[in-house]
């Protein structure tokens, strides 16, 4: 009797065991609850390179899984995400300009789109060409804390071909190569593109450009910006990794999202020395991130990054300024780092399709000059 009696306690606690392992399953699939299984419904999106970081965080990554979403990117230009890159294979697309963005709900027919985040293009330089600039009259201070470059002051400098070696007063950076900020490639790239809107505004007459013939003139004056550059990366994080890794020697000043810089300043890992300097273009523009979904699965990823205040909190962390300031306002504090609360001289860009005209006559004058293959 006693033998059987032990039998049916083992089967039991067998059982007990087993509803347990089943119960714990169905239990982690879900969308909002805890615990160490799940079922995760994967939603594959492409995206431009500045974003990786944050896509790529084990934070994030478990924010998403509390939502019951495993989210996996790939990276791009902005331009390609919109011209070339098959979204077929992706649930969401999310360049980092409303342009590319407006291309891409127009032809997948997207209801709407999500703009979580956003960062002003700015310019990583080093305190001794901040000097140099100073003196040419090309950066002065904006009064509010932070030091901008006049991109009129600037355009001048580049018309006239000059060269670091004969800025006047120049003692700390006799470099023979030319006075010319450093950008990835305008055609593939969202924060060329972004240089791009801001150098035609000027170029323009302090106007949006906003015909085709307008678009031609100004191509013609800001193509020897990208063109007398020589070889131009095609993402933003590469320029800004040989800024860090190489200094002024090989990257003087580079055309940066906000957001690169500042995470890195958040992060506190060394990677910003004494010597570094963030100033502001004048004028500037904003690069407003922005999802495209194609699937309610990509919706709900939209979402969650634009409404729910972890996300907030993770976004603001790599350096992106979102709906809620006070977040990256409270860092920015935390890291005591010149970084103003908001900007005033901050320019639109052309719409989709004369940004595009203004793209494609540099690219023509690229091919041009390009020498023939062997």
């Known amino acids: ?23 714990g399953n169905s239990g982690g699939s879900g969308g909002g609850g805890g615990g160490g299984t799940k079922q995760l419904t994967t939603v594959r999106g492409v995206i431009g390179s500045e974003k990786k970081p944050f896509f790529d965080d084990a934070q994030v990554q478990a924010a998403f899984a509390k939502h019951g979403l495993r989210v996996e990117v790939d990276t791009a230009g902005s331009r390609q995400i919109a011209t070339s890159v098959d979204l077929g ?18 032809e997948r027919r997207a209801s709407r789109t999500y703009s979580p985040f956003y960062s002003p293009m700015a310019i990583a330089t080093f305190q001794p060409i901040v000097d140099v600039l100073t003196k040419a009259g090309v950066v002065h201070d904006s009064g509010s804390g932070y030091q901008v470059l006049d991109i009129k002051k600037y355009l001048d400098l580049v018309a006239k071909g000059t060269r670091w070696d004969a800025l006047p007063g120049n003692t700390t950076y006799r470099a023979r190569k030319r006075v010319l900020l450093t950008t ?71 055309v940066i999202y906000e957001a690169q810089y500042a995470s890195r300043l958040f992060a506190a890992d060394g990677a910003i020395r004494p010597d570094m300097r963030l100033i502001y273009p004048s004028p500037t523009v904003l690069s407003k991130h922005t999802l495209v979904p194609f699937t309610d699965q990509a919706a709900e990823v939209g979402r ?7 996300f907030a909190r993770l976004e603001a962390r790599y350096g992106f300024r979102t709906a809620d300031p006070k977040v990256f306002a409270g860092l920015v504090a935390s890291a005591k780092a010149q970084i103003p609360g908001s900007l005033v001289d901050v320019v639109e860009p052309p719409t989709y399709d004369h940004l595009e005209r203004l793209i494609a006559t540099i690219e023509r004058r690229y091919l041009a000059g390009a020498k023939p293959t062997s």
């Open 184 to 254: 990835t490639d305008v055609r593939t790239s969202n924060s060329a593109a972004m240089y791009l809107a801001m150098t035609s505004y000027v170029a323009n007459g302090d106007d949006v450009v906003n015909s085709s013939a307008q678009a031609a003139t100004v191509a013609e004056k800001v193509s020897p910006l990208f063109l007398d550059q020589g070889y131009s990366e095609s993402s933003s994080e590469a320029p800004f990794e040989d800024y860090l890794a190489m200094g002024a020697g090989k990257t003087p000043m580079v």
């Open 1 to 23: 009797m006693k033998r059987w009696i032990g039998v049916g306690l083992a089967l039991l606690l067998g059982g007990a065991v087993v509803l347990a392992l089943v119960l």
């Open 89 to 106: 294979k992706y649930a969401f697309a999310f360049p980092s300009s409303v342009p590319a963005a407006e291309k891409i709900r127009q």
């Open 304 to 310: 969650l990054l634009q409404e729910d205040p972890e």
